[in-house]
């Protein structure tokens, strides 16, 4: 079946830096979401890429639907502390079912 | 406008009961998905449903566990039998469509804990 790769698994960084992850596929997929969970909760849906190339922000969170259609990015400027959480890929094909990808988790040092 | 719900958000079984658990989409959704999600783990699809409809299942375990939509009320997650490794968090989630619309709204999840 289809596999995702995500990394970093975990980051520790300061407030204000700039955060960057990303998701590999081992095949293609015409959609990618980028989705936050926080402890306790279920995720919750950032943002939506439909097309390769297409890059999209979400307030300081932008990411991009990498041309290969295998890999997407996500990327937090300027990390603030609610920034916190574990934040998930997600890909498919088609009519396919949604693959998740294991999670970042980042974590933010004061 | 009230988000995806699931009850009971906690459960505690002992080996061999049963588990219920359920999830209202949220209003003008049809379609509902069923995730497992292991401590440390990303979400692993169980199963795909439309109201009296079950449209994929390919990650439903093969015994045990069963899945309803029913015309009304909630959608169903039922465990039977339950073991220990059925200890995760089990989210649903709806869209108003399935196929092209990929969104998925997810509940909070319900935390199984099989003793």
């Known amino acids: 079946g289809q596999q995702l790769n995500q990394s970093p698994q975990s980051m520790f960084i300061q407030e204000g830096e700039d955060v960057s992850m990303n998701c590999t596929s081992s095949?293609?997929?015409?959609?990618w979401l980028w989705y936050k969970q926080e402890p306790g909760e279920g995720p919750v849906l950032l943002i939506a890429?439909?097309?390769?190339?297409e890059l999209t922000s979400n307030g300081r969170l932008t990411a991009q639907f990498g041309i290969t259609r295998k890999d997407s990015f996500l990327n937090i400027s300027a990390s603030i502390p609610s920034d916190v959480g574990i934040y998930f890929c997600a890909g498919r094909f088609g009519n396919e079912k949604l693959t998740f990808g294991t999670g970042t988790r980042l974590t933010i040092i004061p | 406008n009230a988000g995806v719900m699931q009850n009971p958000r906690h459960l505690v079984r002992r080996r061999g009961q049963e588990a219920r658990l359920r999830c209202s989409p949220m209003?003008?959704?049809?379609?509902v998905y069923w995730y497992r999600q292991l401590p440390e783990e990303g979400l692993k699809f169980m199963v795909y449903l439309q109201k009296e409809n079950i449209i994929d299942e390919s990650g439903m375990p093969k015994e045990r566990f069963s899945a309803e939509f029913p015309k009304e009320g909630p959608s169903i997650l039922r465990i039977q039998q339950v073991v220990r490794g059925d200890s995760a968090a089990y989210f649903c989630a709806s869209s108003p469509q399935g196929g092209d619309y990929n969104e998925q709204f997810f509940g909070p999840g319900t935390r199984l804990t099989v003793l």
């Open positions: 209003k003008g959704h049809s379609h």
């Open positions: 890429l439909y097309k390769a190339g």
């Open positions: 095949s293609i997929f015409n959609t």
